[in-house]
């Protein structure tokens, strides 16, 4: 009962220093964490792979009844891509010669890291995922992670195979965007719920509903242009943002390197700066 | 010799059913599963998990084995190191100190003391995030997830009572 008692005050000794080691040496604690999940990982993915299997072959199912009309959308869809692509081809080539003229400095092109996801870290208290690429892969801490369909979140953990992403949906994430149409800068700011919030807004921003977001490449971290999502107003200025990528179904993700090195994206620095500027909350 | 070896290892693992249950259910709580949102107010099964083992084999659910699961918890989930570590070596005390008011009576009684533990775990994991970040987040969602966590109990209680009948009952 002694020695009960004992484990019981040294244990929760040992979480409460954990804790205020998190605080005052997050970088060491942080790095724990990395070689813990690189541990952990495998024996995670071990459990998701049967469950990925399953979900994978009912997936298949429900696609073999729908085949012939997906053949038709695909058909046309291609028909369109192919008439996009001879317009592609004729900008291209205009543009590269543009930029001769003009002895335009071109920008390092995106690098891209495929990555599967082994760990959607839930829960209500905080948004993220684990990924299977890590710094052997050539993952670095603060590349933008995507799908097809837009920005998804940060790197912020890198171990040697694996690596945690922050979801734009975290109550941490922080993410400078730029509303298209109208060129507002505003700041995405997770609160955990499905549909973060756009913060730091000009005074006088009035934004139409659906417009498109994309990242605005300010604070050096995101690549310009990539799209985040679309605005959802609900009214006396307060907007929100419906994530362009599905947040709810994500199993394979691209991590962006496009070869910046400003740095960590410091949120609350972009939040003093945004209020220096006369932006509303 | 070699049944020897092999009785004393089936030993050992039965006796082990009760940590890997919690620690299953830990990494069960943050697989990406094919369901929508699911993720966002999935129950909370390692609370669970760990509020009926506290109450019916704490001698095969020590301290150590808590502190082990919310650290795993804190690894996987991203939440600051130390906090799950934290709220369950102390939930698993407060629950070892209720043990003979909610252990053999009735099911509803084993219910109602999970919906307590849950309710009071959550809130606690709330309060401390809110401390260490500055902000717990919507209380909205962590509501919801309390609701499942105390609405699905019977199913993964049903599991927990056959694994003990069938791992734990002839075990000396």
């Not at chain 1, 038709?72 to 001769?100: C, D, F, I, T, Y």
């Not at chain 1, 499905?194 to 934004?207: G, I, N, W």
């Not at chain 2, 004393?8 to 890997?20: G, N």
Request: hydrophobic share 50%; aromatic share 8%; charged share 15%.
């Amino acid at each position: 009962m002694m020695a009960q008692r004992f484990s019981f005050a040294i244990l929760m000794m040992l979480s409460a220093i954990l804790l205020i080691l998190g605080r005052a040496q997050p970088q060491m604690v942080e790095g724990l964490r990395s070689h813990a999940i690189d541990i952990v990982a495998p024996v995670v993915d071990g459990i998701h792979r049967p469950i990925l299997a399953v979900s994978n072959a009912a997936d298949d199912l429900v696609h073999y009844f729908t085949l012939r009309s997906e053949n038709e959308q695909l058909r046309a869809a291609n028909a369109q891509m192919k008439e996009w692509q001879n317009a592609v081809a004729s900008l291209q080539k205009e543009n590269r010669e543009l930029r001769g003229l003009l002895h335009f400095k071109t920008e390092p092109g995106l690098a891209y890291i495929s990555a599967r996801v082994i760990a959607d870290t839930g829960g209500a208290f905080a948004r993220g995922l684990i990924v299977t690429a890590g710094r052997q892969d050539g993952v670095r801490e603060g590349m933008a992670a995507t799908t097809g369909d837009g920005l998804i979140g940060t790197v912020t953990e890198v171990g040697e195979w694996s690596s945690r992403i922050v979801l734009i949906t975290d109550l941490n994430s922080r993410i400078p965007v730029t509303i298209s149409g109208s060129g507002d800068r505003a700041i995405v700011s997770g609160d955990n719920s499905p549909t973060p919030r756009l913060k730091f807004l000009p005074q006088d921003a009035v934004l139409s509903p659906g417009a498109v977001v994309v990242t605005s490449g300010h604070g050096g971290i995101f690549p310009p242009n990539l799209p985040v999502g679309n605005v959802v107003d609900h009214g006396h200025g307060q907007y929100s943002l419906i994530p362009a990528a599905d947040l709810a179904r994500l199993n394979y993700v691209r991590l962006v390197d496009f070869n910046l090195r400003g740095g960590a994206f410091n949120p609350v620095a972009s939040r003093v700066s945004a209020e220096a500027h006369g932006r509303k909350n | 010799m070699t049944d020897g070896l092999w009785l004393w290892l089936d030993h050992k693992m039965r006796r082990a059913a009760p940590v890997v249950t919690v620690i299953l259910s830990v990494i069960i709580g943050v697989l990406p599963w094919p369901l929508p949102y699911f993720g966002v107010v999935a129950p909370q099964l390692a609370l669970t998990a760990l509020y009926y083992w506290t109450l019916h084999r704490p001698d095969l659910f020590p301290a150590s084995a808590a502190f082990a699961a919310g650290f795993l918890n804190d690894v996987l989930t991203g939440l600051p190191l130390g906090l799950s570590a934290f709220l369950y070596v102390g939930m698993r005390q407060v629950i070892l100190v209720q043990r003979r008011f909610f252990a053999g009576h009735s099911f509803f009684m084993l219910w109602a003391g999970q919906a307590l533990a849950v309710i009071g775990g959550m809130v606690m994991e709330w309060i401390l995030l809110s401390l260490v970040r500055g902000q717990g987040g919507p209380f909205g969602l962590i509501a919801l997830q309390i609701l499942l966590t105390i609405l699905v109990f019977p199913l993964p209680c049903w599991l927990m009572i056959w694994l003990q009948r069938m791992l734990l009952a002839v075990e000396v």
